[in-house]
């Protein structure tokens, strides 16, 4: 009987996919919950560790980084890499895909806008747009306009290029994983989850109990991530590609969850109250949003998804990856040499525009409402859809 409830648990989670809104779900109180705990989610600070490390090391920027598996930026993106791969073993859907190369330059040259735009705005389309928007900054709000107008870019060069594409093959397919590989992958994955509970433990060990917490927060949005597949680039792209407007609806879900939750702890905890808004606003945030849009379409995964894509052995995100950390390392060290980091724009708290908590939640549902009515409007009628 024991053994019959395990297996039936582990179908409900590895074997059939988690609906889209559960994840848009999840990922809002995980927010939240690390909002309460030390801060919000974004994958720039350790892209920015990772690309430090690297770039600082050859001389290339000034910035001294700390050890990775110590910054804590970098501890939550490696959780959220290593639960992604830890669930693709045990869901059997880990595979090596390294696609043409034409893919592969774009997944380059993807990740390189992903950090210019990151190191921009300074914040990702997680840490610049969801949390920041989650805190009431209105930096939140200008990047969410610079995303889509990158995204809406993004696919009419898309468009653009299958138009204009000499390629007469088709794109091969990942080779097939054989059948004795698929089955050991459940027990390799279980022995990844096993790796990051030890990794906590050490952490526990070491005196540095946060670190601990915040690779499970990690895994448990790299898990999330792969089970439900929500994905901030077809929440911005899809709306003018196909009309799905799934995972957009799913992203505002999240957010406005995230929102509520934010609120609450603004307003019961006062020493976070502004807390995690950047002084880019407008103009930091748009243009930074805009590139981001564009590079995100390109590469095929935002600063989030192309971790935990990368997770379940895509080469091209792999690729992009590398390209963020190590673009927004570079533009943000030439950002702050040459003094235009300060002029990206000012520090918005919204409940300080719109006279207090109540106008600032206000205008952010009324946001939010509008937002998942032109969505339904679009899904219904296609008039954005290209295709």
């Known amino acids: ?44 600070d350790g892209a920015l560790n990772w690309g430090d490390s690297i770039l600082g090391a050859l001389g290339v920027v000034r910035a001294r980084a700390d ?25 059997r859907q880990f595979s090596i895909n390294i696609g043409p190369k034409r893919e592969l330059l774009k997944g380059a040259v993807g990740g390189l ?47 653009w290029e299958v138009e204009h594409s000499a390629s007469s093959g ?3 397919s990942p080779a ?32 540095i109990e946060k670190r601990a917490l915040i690779l499970l927060f990690g ?34 879900l999240g957010l406005l969850i995230s929102m509520v939750g934010f609120a609450a702890i603004e307003i019961t905890f006062l020493e976070k109250e502004g ?43 792999m690729v992009a990856v590398a390209g963020y950390a190590l673009s927004a390392s570079f533009v943000r060290d030439v950002l702050v040499r040459t003094g235009l980091q300060q002029q990206l724009g000012v520090k918005v708290f919204l409940p300080e525009v719109f006279g207090g908590w109540t106008g600032a939640i206000a205008v952010l549902a009324m946001i939010i409402a509008v937002w998942y009515a032109i969505t339904r409007w679009n899904q219904a009628s296609r008039k954005l859809a290209a295709v």
């Not at 590895?14 to 705990?37: D, T």
């Not at 050890?67 to 669930?87: H, K, Q």
């Open 1 to 44: 009987m024991l053994v019959a409830q395990i297996r039936q648990c582990y179908a409900v989670l590895f074997r059939n996919e988690w609906a889209v809104w559960v994840g848009g779900a999840l990922f809002g109180i995980l927010n939240v919950a690390l909002f309460f705990y030390d801060q919000p989610w974004t994958t720039l």
């Open 67 to 91: 050890p990775p598996l110590i910054r804590t930026g970098s501890v939550i993106n490696l959780g959220l890499l290593a639960g992604a791969f830890a669930a693709a073993l045990l869901a």
């Open 113 to 159: 806008l992903l950090g210019t735009g990151a190191a921009i705005a300074r914040g990702c389309n997680i840490g610049g747009f969801f949390s920041a928007t989650s805190a009431f900054g209105a930096n939140g709000l200008a990047m969410a306009l610079g995303l889509t107008l990158g995204a809406f870019a993004g696919v009419r060069f898309l468009l």
């Open 170 to 172: 088709a794109v091969p």
């Open 176 to 207: 097939p994983v054989a059948t004795s590989r698929r089955r050991i992958q459940p027990y390799l994955g279980a022995l990844v989850l096993l790796g990051l509970i030890v990794g906590a433990a050490l952490y526990e060990g070491l005196g």
């Open 219 to 252: 895994a448990a949005l790299g898990i999330i991530s792969q089970r439900s597949r929500v994905c901030f680039v077809q929440g911005f792209r899809e709306p003018f590609l196909t009309g799905d407007t799934r995972h957009t609806r799913a992203m505002l």
């Open 275 to 317: 807390a995690f808004i950047r002084e880019t606003f407008w103009m930091g945030s748009l243009i930074g949003g805009v590139i981001f849009g564009f590079g995100m379409v390109l590469a095929g995964g935002c600063g989030a998804g192309s971790i935990w894509r990368a997770g379940e052995g895509n080469v091209k995100l």
